[in-house]
């Protein structure tokens, strides 16, 4: 059993009984959440005659269903539209605050209440949404949850859980050149297996996590979920307060000093025990494509999608249907193969330094001839920094289409989708069967930079070699 | 859409009923329910669209599809069954069209506390023997099975395995404690003193 973890720290702080089925009713920090998973938590609280318990500790914000091309009300997708309509009626009703469209602070959760200064180290963070791990980078104890949990947390600002084992996924050296943390979590994914963190905590140390960014973290910690791991952390450093330190939700000055105190004492201790331990090089890792229909058929751009008899025999099942539901055939090389639609955005890579590594790829290049090229930006601020910059233009000058922010195509709830058996490459999380929209439409997961090299080369490229 | 029963209710003892085989690890929630249907504000309609493009790509030949099993209300599954999103639309599905129960080798987390707050059984057992029971239950669509939450058993009188669910789980589902809004909610003043305790809610 874990003991002086982090994730042991933020749990006995947040405990607030024990329940007679043996789970645990957890306190819950920050509730965010979106138009899809929570009209109908509302209306079981209605049923139940409840009301929000903490409507102040509850953010929302629309993300999910939003169309990128043009967000003028009424949406011309009457569903779309309702789901919105319903989504401020309910937070009017409770008092709850809604980062709206064109409010300045819309965008995906995830993007929103990192850059807000809302997601905080020591908290624990639930929301309707698999990705909510992202938040895990602050070293905030995050995890996705149902609509009756929604309903759960509204009601009563806690959860009944139970907690989980901790690893610790240490990495050592640093990440290379052209290799980003989006590499090297899906690296971890395709070497552990998309299951191997059910019923684990994933604590990211060691010096390739120390150095990266806040942003990076997130990448990192987002995509735990696809390694079955419900949440996903990293201790918090400097890197971390320094990122949080004068944004609009974060701690006033005259009490900064106390916050960052008490935020540096949640770290694990230098004497944690672990419930597991596994160890990378990020120095070893290569940019990395997933070429088959789950997050953990993953290869290094320069390697050849695997032949079956070389799997373990579990795994070989799947990847038969991966072959045939790709097109791809065992023993060919993923350099090279051909994409239709190239895709920059999402809770993943949807941030500012993401746009920054794809702009720096497509700057004085142009997408090739016939790919559908387009940069969602993951949140209004992301957009108006990445517009600061003039990155729009450097995308629009090299025929990528600049949207307005959204989780537009990573899950294809709005507009933008796959047609028929196209295939991307997506700087999105999910690679599953009809993911993108269209039942029969193919999706290769890579870097935002890596993405920019495949729209430009209109092929998987590795991004290295681009002089 | 085959509902035979009401959605589950109070203390679950067993589930008895048909049994249906779906096969192959990692079926993730996009495949249960697909993004598109979850343009919705209530769940009530997606029964009929469970697998929706499995179904279609399969053209009739789907389990959900063949009329043999139209009423099954137990699912039996491989590994990792319902990764990825964290739609709770995905048991809703399963639950509109049918199923009370599931039996597999693993779930993906959420998907396990989804079924939990809907009454729904996630039961386990080894990977050979569910493989086993997948044969005995494709072998006579007919057999009715019972999975018993008490005697933790899989049965239909001749095939018997014995099968898991994590203790908590288990507790709540046999005493009627699966809903837990109403335990949560009760412990108010418990949680008002943690919140008293946190440096986060108290100017650090």
């Not at chain 1, 982090?6 to 405990?15: A, E, N, P, R, S």
């Not at chain 1, 091309?69 to 009457?78: L, V, Y």
């Not at chain 1, 579990?314 to 895709?343: K, S, T, W």
Request: proline content about 5%; hydrophobic content about 40%.
């Amino acid at each position: 059993m874990s003991s002086g973890t982090l994730y042991d720290k933020v749990w006995d702080l947040h405990c607030v009984a024990d329940l007679p089925g043996g789970a645990t009713q957890l306190f819950i920090g920050l509730h965010l959440i979106h138009e899809v998973t929570s009209p109908q938590a509302f209306a079981a609280l209605d049923d139940k005659g409840l009301p929000v318990r903490c409507p102040e500790r509850t953010v929302a914000t629309v993300d999910h269903i939003v169309p990128t091309i043009s967000q003028e009300r009424p949406f011309s997708d009457p569903l779309a539209e309702q789901m919105l309509s319903t989504l401020e009626r309910n937070c009017a009703r409770h008092g709850i605050t809604l980062n709206g469209l064109g409010s300045g602070r819309q965008g995906i959760v995830h993007v929103i209440a990192p850059e807000l200064g809302l997601t905080q180290p020591g908290m624990t963070v639930a929301c309707g949404d698999s990705h909510t791990s992202t938040h895990g980078a602050f070293g905030a104890i995050a995890f996705g949850i149902g609509t009756s949990q929604v309903r759960d947390v509204l009601a009563s600002q806690s959860l009944a859980m139970s907690k989980l084992k901790v690893r610790r996924i240490w990495v050592e050296n640093r990440l290379t050149d052209g290799v980003f943390a989006k590499d090297l979590i899906l690296h971890v994914i395709r070497t552990l297996g998309v299951k191997a963190g059910v019923g684990y905590a994933y604590e990211f140390a060691g010096p390739a996590i120390e150095v990266l960014s806040m942003e990076e973290r997130m990448t990192l910690c987002n995509m735990a979920i696809e390694g079955g791991a419900r949440c996903g952390y990293v201790n918090p450093d400097q890197i971390t307060f320094d990122y949080l330190k004068g944004r609009a939700e974060a701690p006033a000055a005259e009490i900064w000093d106390r916050a960052v105190a008490w935020w540096s004492s949640l770290a694990s201790n230098d004497d944690a025990s672990f419930d597991d331990e596994i160890r990378f090089d990020a120095a070893a890792i290569a940019p990395t494509v997933t070429w088959g229909i789950t997050p953990g058929q993953g290869i290094g751009v320069d390697e050849r999608v695997p032949i079956s008899d070389q799997l373990d025999p579990a795994d070989r099942p799947i990847a038969e249907e991966a072959y045939r539901y790709m097109h791809l055939a065992p023993g060919q090389p993923i350099e090279g193969v051909p994409v239709d639609v190239c895709f920059i955005g999402s809770c993943t890579n949807g941030r500012l330094s993401d746009l920054q590594a794809a702009a720096a790829v497509a700057r004085g290049r142009h997408v090739a001839d016939g790919i559908k090229a387009f940069v969602v930006p993951g949140s209004e601020q992301v957009a108006r920094a990445a517009i600061k910059e003039g990155l729009d233009q450097v995308f629009r000058e090299a025929g990528f289409e600049w949207r307005e922010p959204g989780c537009s195509m990573c899950l294809a709830m709005n507009p933008d989708r796959l047609e028929g058996s196209q295939i991307s490459a997506s700087s999105s999380n999910r690679n599953f069967k009809g993911r993108q929209g269209s039942s029969s439409g193919r999706t290769l997961l890579m870097s935002p930079a890596m993405v920019a090299a495949a729209a430009i080369a209109g092929r998987v490229s590795d991004v290295r070699q681009l002089s | 859409m085959t509902e035979t029963t009401a959605f589950p209710q109070g203390p679950i003892g067993r589930v008895s009923g048909r049994g249906l085989v779906l096969r192959g690890d990692d079926i993730d929630t996009d495949r249960i329910i697909p993004a598109r249907f979850l343009k919705c504000v209530s769940f009530e309609a997606l029964g009929e669209q469970a697998f929706a493009d499995d179904r279609k790509e399969l053209a009739g030949a789907h389990p959900f599809d063949q009329p043999e099993h139209q009423g099954a209300s137990i699912l039996v599954v491989n590994d990792n069954f319902g990764c990825g999103s964290s739609r709770e639309h995905a048991p809703q599905a399963l639950m509109r069209w049918g199923i009370r129960a599931v039996l597999g080798v693993s779930y993906a987390e959420i998907f396990q506390g989804n079924c939990l707050a809907l009454g729904i059984p996630c039961a386990t057992a080894m990977a050979d023997q569910i493989r086993a029971l997948q044969d005995a239950v494709e072998a006579d669509a007919t057999a009715e099975w019972t999975l018993d939450l008490h005697a933790l058993s899989f049965s239909d009188g001749s095939t018997s395995q014995t099968i898991s669910l994590a203790s908590g789980s288990l507790d709540m589902l046999r005493t009627g404690q699966w809903d837990a809004t109403g335990q949560l909610v009760a412990r108010d003043a418990e949680l008002t003193r943690t919140m008293e305790a946190l440096p986060y809610l108290n100017g650090f």
